[in-house]
Structures are given as C-alpha cells and as structure tokens.
C-alpha cells in the first residue's frame, strides 16, 4: 500500500512509525515530515496547509490512503478536496471538523443534544463580556471561538484573569480573528482523560484512553503548553469508559450524521472525570499530540487496515497490549516562551523498549539540530506504567542538547497507584 502521513510533528512520527511498523510492504510518503520520518520513507517539502499541492501529490503517487495529523488543513477542507478527486483520506470534511475549528459550533451543539458540558455563554460584544464576567461568582473559563494552536483557553484564578482574558482575547486581539468571539464557561473540577475513537457515520470504536500534561513544570506548574508527557492506558474505571462511549461519544456521532455533517476520521475527547459523571472539555479532530504517541505504540496490529475497514463501515477488530507506555517531551531552553532554535542535538544508541519521536528537529550540515520549543518525544513502551516510565526516563538520558528541559514526574503518580494496587494484590 502507498500511504501518506500530512504533518511534522512527533504524533506524525509516531503515525509512520506504526504505519510501517508490521507491514514492511507499505510504502511511506510523508508531507512535509520531519528528519526522523525520512528514516521511515519519503518527505515532500511541501505545508501541510497547501491543499492543492497535497491532492496533487497524492494522485500522482497514487496513495491508497492519506493520514492527517494536524487540524489547520482539516478545518480548510483538506478532506473535501482529496474526496472531489476520489482520493481516500483518514480525516473529517470541514464541515465536521467545526467540532473543533468552533467553540460556539462545538458548545451550541452539544447544548442542542444534550450532551454533558460546561453551561456557557457566547459573546462577540467586549462589553457584554466583561459585564458577564463581573457578574459571576462562579469561577470562569474564557475560551477564543477559533483555533489557536491551543493556547485560546484561560483557565481564570480569579475576576481579574478573567477580565484581562477577555480583554486580550477581544481587545488586544492576540489570537486574532480567532479571540473576536468568545465562549466564557463554569470551571469544572475532576481528573481529565483523552478519549480517541475511530468514527465513521454512526460506527465509533474507541482506542486505549490517554492523559497528558499540559504544564511546563513537575506538580503541574508552570505555564500551559502543547504537551509536556503523556500516558496510555489512562486510569479510567471501565464503567467511566463505558459512560463516555455511551452518553458522549455515540450520541455526538449521530446527532453529526443526522445533522448532515457525518464525521470520518479520528474523534479526540478531551473530558473532565466530575462528581457528576463524565463531562466535555473540548473535541478535536484529529488525534491528540502527545497522546497519539502513547496510543500508538500499543496498538497491536496493520493500523493502514484499520482504518480503511472504518472509512469503508466495517469494524477494525482494534487489539491493544496489555502493557503500558510513557512519553516523555524534550524541551527547548525557555520553551513555551521564546527559545532558540538551531541547537545541535546528540542521541545514544538506541535502548530497548524505548521509542525516540522527532518533533521539532531539522537536519543542519548533515548534523541534526533543534528547529521548535519541543525537540524530541522519548516514549517507553513495558509490561507495566513502573517499567514504561522507567524505560522512558532511559531513553531521555541518550538525549542530550544545550538548555534541554522535561517533565521529570511523567507517569509518576499513575506507577504509584499501580504500585500500591500491586501491593494489595499480592
Ligand atoms: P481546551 O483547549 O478546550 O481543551 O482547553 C485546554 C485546557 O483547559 C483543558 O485541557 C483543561 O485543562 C482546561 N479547561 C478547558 N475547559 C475547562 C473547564 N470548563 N473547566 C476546567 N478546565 C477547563
Ligand atoms: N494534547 C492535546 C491536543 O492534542 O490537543
């Protein structure tokens, strides 16, 4: 098979890394991809937001199958376009990627069908806004309507955060036309989870569920970031799973069909475990980054095939590993501020068990340097979350660059559950 991974990050790594994984017959293209990627196949300096050029390349090389990873060119129709030329790709049309492209999309229709969320309200006016935000007792969460490369979202400590988060959003424009409308919600309180199902139509098969870390710092500190670590299997009780699936995922599914928006691709959950039941955070349309990095690794089996018996209705019979793995982010200097780039990059031999994912590298003078705020992701893959830790801060120590920064507790506290579950166990 002719596959084609979109993207150039370390979930797009992981993307053909598992593609090829067990079916060295696939042959692999990747657009733009990254230095690590080009050890798997070909890369095609092209953006991943160049829509024509995408179908164009995938015709002429006739791909079998197109896997996004990144939401800007769903959002643009990268899909409608490939589905214009009869090419077939992993990935919602626009129309039903507004379930992330759109807060106000995403909120008014789950308030529509009833779906577990935080109540909101939906504001183009800065002075409404501010006057809402003063009004409240409750602790708010003020969220730009488009997309920002994940940054559009204050989680508010208090009136004022929240007041400056409306002012920078609708005032100061800082994440542009994206911050001119915005949905101020309740703050919700509780554990949070990545859920990632394969949906097509009505049909949704969920992967393993996922956490990752969004704070710079160890104990959740610091400032938010794409994704410090991530770990996969969460620990979700099955009846919390079995609630999700249910009561959020399947009803989202359907009501998208019946809305004349049917959904194909990857659905990304991001949900808050509440004292009232599972509830909705945000969904994207796409897999999560870092979470895919995790997911990925245990999936056993052709993932090329899995999701074409999804595109084409059937069930992709998803089988997973009993074991358990761990990524660990390495950061750029002063990342997710300003940080240099261009910094040369040492890496050890290779240790076992352990995965070493580009995310922002670039190849300088034949020698590989930085080219982002995150470098690398190390992913251990065990038997248990004890040894996927274990093996990935391992992995992390073949690493070495100027001003590198990570997580040191990622998995830490899920490894000392297991650990005291193991111990009433034994
Ligand atoms: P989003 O981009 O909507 O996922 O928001 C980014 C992060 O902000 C989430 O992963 C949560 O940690 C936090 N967040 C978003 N909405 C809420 C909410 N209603 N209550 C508490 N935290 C939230
Ligand atoms: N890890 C969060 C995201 O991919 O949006």
């Given at each position: 098979?002719?596959?084609?991974?979109?993207?150039?990050?370390?979930?797009?790594?992981?993307?053909?890394?598992?593609?090829?994984?067990?079916?060295?017959?696939?042959?692999?293209?990747?657009?733009?991809?990254?230095?690590?990627?080009?050890?798997?196949?070909?890369?095609?300096?092209?953006?991943?937001?160049?829509?024509?050029?995408?179908?164009?390349?995938?015709?002429?090389?006739?791909?079998?199958?197109?896997?996004?990873?990144?939401?800007?060119?769903?959002?643009?129709?990268?899909?409608?376009?490939?589905?214009?030329?009869?090419?077939?790709?992993?990935?919602?049309?626009?129309?039903?990627?507004?379930?992330?492209?759109?807060?106000?999309?995403?909120?008014?229709?789950?308030?529509?069908?009833?779906?577990?969320?935080?109540?909101?309200?939906?504001?183009?006016?800065?002075?409404?806004?501010?006057?809402?935000?003063?009004?409240?007792?409750?602790?708010?969460?003020?969220?730009?309507?488009?997309?920002?490369?994940?940054?559009?979202?204050?989680?508010?400590?208090?009136?004022?955060?929240?007041?400056?988060?409306?002012?920078?959003?609708?005032?100061?424009?800082?994440?542009?036309?994206?911050?001119?409308?915005?949905?101020?919600?309740?703050?919700?309180?509780?554990r949070e989870v990545s859920v990632l199902v394969f949906v097509s139509g009505r049909n949704v098969f969920p992967l393993l569920p996922a956490q990752d870390y969004k704070r710079a710092l160890d104990s959740d500190r610091g400032a938010n970031t794409g994704g410090m670590g991530a770990i996969a299997p969460a620990r979700v009780s099955l009846a919390d799973l079995a609630q999700v699936v249910d009561e959020i995922i399947e009803p989202v599914a359907s009501a998208m069909v019946d809305e004349g928006y049917p959904y194909t691709g990857v659905l990304y959950a991001g949900l808050m475990l509440t004292a009232d039941g599972p509830m909705v955070l945000e969904f994207n349309c796409r897999f999560g980054d870092p979470e895919a990095q995790v997911i990925l690794p245990l999936l056993e089996g052709d993932l090329a095939g899995a999701?074409?018996?999804?595109?084409?209705?059937?069930?992709?019979?998803?089988?997973?590993?009993?074991?358990?793995?761990?990524?660990?982010?390495?950061?750029?200097?002063?990342?997710?501020?300003?940080?240099?780039?261009?910094?040369?990059?040492?890496?050890?031999?290779?240790?076992?068990?352990?995965?070493?994912?580009?995310?922002g590298t670039q190849v300088q003078g034949g020698r590989l340097a930085t080219a982002g705020g995150r470098v690398l992701n190390v992913v251990g893959m065990g038997d248990s979350i004890v040894e996927a830790r274990a093996r990935a801060y391992v992995g992390v120590a073949t690493v070495t660059f100027e001003g590198m920064h990570y997580r040191t507790d990622i998995g830490l506290s899920a490894a000392a559950e297991a650990a005291r579950e193991g111990a009433r166990v034994s």
């Open positions: 098979m002719r596959l084609l991974v979109v993207g150039s990050g370390g979930r797009e790594h992981v993307l053909a890394w598992q593609l090829v994984r067990d079916a060295a017959s696939h042959n692999l293209h990747a657009a733009p991809g990254n230095p690590g990627i080009a050890s798997l196949g070909t890369c095609h300096p092209l953006e991943a937001t160049d829509i024509a050029s995408l179908a164009q390349l995938a015709e002429q090389l006739a791909i079998d199958l197109t896997v996004v990873g990144p939401e800007i060119p769903l959002a643009n129709g990268l899909t409608d376009a490939f589905h214009a030329r009869g090419l077939r790709i992993f990935g919602p049309t626009r129309d039903a990627a507004r379930i992330e492209s759109s807060k106000v999309f995403a909120k008014t229709f789950l308030r529509r069908h009833g779906i577990a969320a935080a109540e909101f309200e939906v504001f183009d006016n800065p002075v409404a806004a501010l006057a809402f935000v003063r009004r409240q007792k409750r602790p708010l969460v003020i969220k730009a309507d488009g997309l920002a490369a994940g940054k559009g979202v204050v989680v508010a400590a208090d009136v004022h955060e929240a007041e400056r988060a409306v002012l920078d959003m609708m005032i100061r424009k800082v994440y542009g036309a994206s911050g001119e409308r915005v949905v101020i919600e309740d703050r919700l309180e509780g999701m074409i018996d999804t595109l084409e209705g059937r069930d992709p019979h998803l089988s997973w590993s009993d074991g358990a793995a761990v990524c660990v982010v390495v950061a750029s200097d002063g990342y997710p501020g300003r940080h240099p780039t261009g910094i040369p990059i040492q890496i050890a031999d290779a240790v076992p068990g352990t995965l070493i994912l580009h995310a």
